[in-house]
């Protein structure tokens, strides 16, 4: 479930930190999402006492399928907004920040060592 372009407005204003620097705190997926995805990882984790080879392809199967899932996410809400300019609507500064800041978000967390 992708949420709308301003839901994460409050997730945005929890996540900012000090002036310059990027957060990579606060959830990049809807908690039913994350929650599914966890449940299929403890699956896995659970399964690779018996079976770690079939866990290790499981688990490239299942990082692979947030990765796609992640990308459509960020692919629906950049799709949202082209739309409303395309119809010539004026996308409130706010819904723009709030995407700009998932976006660094994001960005941050893949460069995370």
Known sequence: MT???GAPAAQAASNR???GTASTTGPLLA????????????????GFVDAPRRAIEQADALVAELMQHLARTFADERGRLERRWDQG??????NLRDA???????FERLLAT
């Open 3 to 5: 949420p709308p372009v």
């Open 17 to 19: 930190g000090t002036a």
């Open 31 to 46: 908690g039913e999402d994350a929650e599914g995805f966890r449940a299929r990882w403890t699956d896995i984790q659970t």
């Open 89 to 94: 609507d004026d996308v409130p500064t706010d």
């Open 100 to 106: 700009f800041q998932r976006y660094r978000s994001f």
